[in-house]
């Protein structure tokens, strides 16, 4: 096995989602700062990218030739009325369009959790189906892969109900691996005990996104206590390799919510730190 | 279905884990506490029966004829070293000889994570599963049952890297079901897409403990947030229907952490509010 793992990885697949740095800078910085680091990859948010204007972004993007690793996000499927049902999929439909212009390799979804004052996680697991189903009729046509990102248990109530990449394969199986697949982030499953097996259960045609950062023990909170790369528990170099025996060969993307830390640093050296994790840790 | 179910659960059945009110009173009081609100059920800590004594504690439930629901806690079963290996075993048999002497119905496990500086949770795995089949051997002598309790994967690296109901299953297949079960608290395991098949797996007789409380959306701490049934998204009831269609017929642990609400409350007001809750919402 050995002489097939690389023990570092290749520097040029090293990608940075914009949220890792939102604190400090616009998007348009952000871009300045990835092609001045030398850094080939990128992963944009909708809010940015309106805040900037689409054509802009991507005309930024494209004459910095930036590979955007992921449009973030699309998703959030389950809603109390079908009126709400019915504006999630047509904003998921712009969504997929946005990615379109912005020439992603996928459109990530985070899937959505309970809706408002329900109780019943089934349900809303059957509404994550039918709306996925419903988005893909769309992006399907228009050759857009969308990439179900399973959530960290902890956010089942009120981001994703999708929480391991089990559920993520069972509804590849059930729609159709066709322009679908799964954004693995290792912040939301690191802890699986069906790791492993799970990946090599996707295989490399559902393998769209590997997202990366660590667990930092103890986190202080569920949502901006993110760790860089090295700085927590994950073995995220093991992880790579599980995702490269099954020939995935894309970008690694670093995304780090830290209201405590990362995003209180000057931007140039977060970057600066992410690829030196990036090489040492990843 | 429907008149196999009870709507309401049998009051006689609640039972209240210390935690829940350990802020506003020693283990003493809470026994009286219990005693007075007419709760049949309690669940003690080792820290709170070694400062009340453990004679003292047994003689003070037995005087209540107060069912111990289950003893909390044994565990941490990984270890950095073989030393700290064999302290936790020695430690857990006290914990056995503990429980014995309060009549518990189980042992609680807390199945421990990673070991300092180790980022290999498989190997972890495997340490719970060694030092379990240890501790069996002297609980099983003494006729003490163990409860494995799946705990919420956010607490995977410092706390239990047992995750998931089938997690737990699995080790009871490996390890035999003779005196050893599951404890299902619903905190930990609500999300889990296979809640419903794991507890059918389950069966009654490895259903030694079923713990309520509610998921609050969205929660502020990751220890210290948990809510009063009701307040949250738990769909409690469904809980209890699954696992009394398997024959579960002990009793519902209310256990709840909480340092910004309940913990602050008056200790008489919070064991009002669980009885009541336990009725319109269990």
Redesign the interface.
Known sequence: MSEQRNQQPDPGLLSINTATVRQQWTLDKIIDGCARHDIRGISPWRDQTQALGLKETARRIRSHQLTVTGYCRGGMFPAATEQLRQANNDDNRRAVDEALELNAQCLVLVVG??PES????YQA?MQVRDGLATLLEYSRSVSMPLAIEPL???Y???RA?I??L??ANDLCDELGDDGLGIAVDLYHT????KFSSQIKRAGKSRLLAFHICD?L??????LLDRGMMGD????IR?ARWAVEAEGYRGFHEVEIFSARNWWLRDGDDVLSICKQRHLDCC
């Open positions: 959790g309970l329900s109780k019943d996680l697991r960290h248990p902890m089942a109530a009120d109900c929480n391991t089990e559920q690191w802890w699986d005990p667990w023990a103890p986190t202080q909170d569920l927590g528990v994950i073995d093991a």
